[in-house]
């Protein structure tokens, strides 16, 4: 059951903290449990988790990598607020290309508002999904760096637990 505790608890560790880390933050909060015990809640309520609120950023990194599902390969579309450095949204996909893209900065834009927002890329691709959607975006390798380290978060994770991710496209989202 996901308690407000245990959601608190899952969302820390979707945050970036390790099991540990989150074990010390609730303990700083007066709530001991153990990591096994966050181990547990981060596999089982995962999947019902709600997505992030809706934010107004001014400035949004926006980039995908590839992922391993059950032995298939999909691609994880991710934003996140370089303000903030909130990861705003996060769809994972069966292919690669402009479509899913454009797809993924569809429902973003649709989420949030992003009126003044100025969305920053590594990939010229984006450019064409950017101007189909009438949002200002460009090319910037210098605060895209952020979204990278993400990913090499997000991959290191995967690889300490398994060689591909095991579980559900949801749960890698």
């Not at 449990?33 to 934010?55: I, M």
């Not at 950017?130 to 090499?152: C, M, P």
């Amino acid at each position: 059951m996901a308690t407000p505790v245990r959601a608190f608890a899952v969302r820390l560790h979707a945050t970036g903290c390790s099991l540990r880390e989150t074990e010390a933050i609730l303990a700083s909060l007066g709530v001991e449990h153990s990591h096994q015990a966050n181990f547990q809640w981060v596999h089982r309520l995962t999947d019902s988790s709600p997505d992030p609120p809706t934010a107004s950023p001014s400035r949004v990194a926006v980039d995908e990598t590839a992922v391993r599902v059950n032995g298939d390969l999909y691609w994880v579309c991710d934003t996140i607020d370089l303000d903030t450095k909130l990861i705003l949204d996060a769809q994972i996909f069966k292919r690669h290309g402009t479509d899913p893209a454009a797809a993924f900065l569809h429902r973003f834009t649709e989420n949030h508002d992003c009126s003044n927002t100025s969305f920053l890329t590594d990939s010229y691709g984006y450019r064409t999904d950017f101007a189909r959607l009438g949002v200002s975006g460009q090319v910037d390798y210098t605060d895209q760096n952020l979204i990278e380290k993400w990913f090499h978060t997000l991959k290191q994770r995967i690889d300490r637990f398994h060689h591909s991710w095991v579980g559900s496209r949801r749960s890698v989202r």
